[in-house]
């Protein structure tokens, strides 16, 4: 009786026209990624701390109207969070990176994500050029996390 009360979802009907995947308030403000999702309940806007580009997901019945609505209603907020967040890093496909006392150049290739890798005297990234810089910094840190740790423990004992 009670799953006969509950609201049922109903599945979005196919669209003839492909939605915008962002979205520019005006000429030269940012541009904001969509992303609907059918698990979204309310719209969310979002920066990200990897590439400072702000996101807004939607629920899958939402409109790209309803969309401006709110980025207007929130351009304060936006603006504040975008100013907040890091820049981006200066790090290019090509770029030569030291890495283990010698230079390494950061090369990216299509296809799959998978983790980052030394080779050849380049640091391989795979997946989308724009996020290249950020999974090079990860992996750089991860590296240098791994090699620190171990001598500042041994330093730490020498210490007592």
């Known amino acids: 009786m009670i799953g006969a009360l509950r609201r049922r979802r109903r599945a979005p009907a196919p669209r003839s026209t492909p939605r915008p995947t962002e979205i ?8 904001v990624a969509l992303r609907w999702s059918a698990g979204a ?23 790209e109207d309803e969309a401006r609505a709110f980025l207007a209603r929130q351009a304060g907020w936006l603006a ?14 090509g770029d030569a990176l030291p890495y283990g006392g010698r ?5 990216v290739e299509p296809g799959p994500r998978r983790a980052p890798r030394v080779e050849s005297g380049r640091l391989i990234v795979r997946g989308a ?5 950020a999974k090079a910094l990860a992996f ?20 007592g």
Do not use: Y
């Not at 791994?146 to 020498?158: D, G």
């Open 24 to 31: 520019r308030l005006d000429g030269d403000g940012p541009a």
């Open 41 to 63: 309940r309310r719209l969310t806007l979002s920066v990200s701390h990897a590439d400072g580009r702000p996101r807004l997901t939607l629920p899958a019945q939402a409109t």
């Open 80 to 93: 504040e969070a975008m100013e907040r967040s890091p820049p981006p890093p200066l790090l290019r496909p």
């Open 103 to 107: 230079q390494i150049v950061l090369t």
């Open 129 to 133: 050029p724009e996020a290249a810089a």
């Open 140 to 159: 750089l840190k991860s590296r240098a996390r791994e090699r620190l740790l171990p001598a500042a423990e041994r330093h730490a004992a020498a210490l």
